[in-house]
């Protein structure tokens, strides 16, 4: 499967924040033995060389752009949404996995019960999409907003991720 994730970094130029994305991109897909793996790829939005990511599969992103920017709050608001939207799906999920099912049901992980469990207390993974520059998931609101005070300049960075 294939999502759009965004990294939110400090940088001074266009090059620098995709730079900066793609360790944190790289960290995602366990390029260094010490990250574990959580996708298996990614494919930024400049790199023309594929027909089965990035702009052959999702069109025109831009590469990065600055977080105050009309494009940049338009990437912040997706990637938020997106985040919002998977975590209301599981929580109510488990809501009525636990409401419907018995503890046998819930340990064989009858209707995904216990995956969707996992995705509401994941830190990393399909479940977040939006990542600060360590490769940590941005989980809830005030952890964005503590984010986004950065003095520095903060860029987006979108990718498209395969899992």
């Known amino acids: 499967m294939h999502q759009i994730i965004y990294a939110l970094v400090e940088a ?15 960290r995602l ?34 590469t990065a752009e600055p977080i105050d920017s009309d494009s940049g709050q338009e990437l912040l608001e997706r990637g938020w949404e997106a985040t919002k939207q998977e975590f209301e799906r599981n929580l109510e999920r488990v809501r009525e996995g636990i409401q419907d099912l018995n503890t046998e049901a819930i340990m064989r992980d009858k209707e995904l019960i216990r995956h969707a469990c996992y995705n509401l207390g994941a830190y990393r993974g399909p479940s977040l999409f939006l990542y600060n520059e360590f490769a940590e998931g941005i989980r809830h ?18 990718a498209d991720v395969h899992y």
Request: aromatic share 12%; no cysteine.
């Open 12 to 26: 001074s130029t266009t090059d620098e924040a995709l730079a900066v994305g793609r360790s944190v991109f790289d």
């Open 29 to 62: 897909v366990g390029t260094s033995p010490e990250y574990g793996a959580v996708f298996d790829y990614y494919v930024t939005f400049d790199d023309d060389s594929t027909s089965v990511g990035g702009k052959a599969r999702w069109g025109e992103l831009p």
């Open 141 to 158: 609101r005030d952890q964005l907003g503590r984010v986004l005070e950065s003095d520095e300049q903060m860029w987006i960075v979108p």
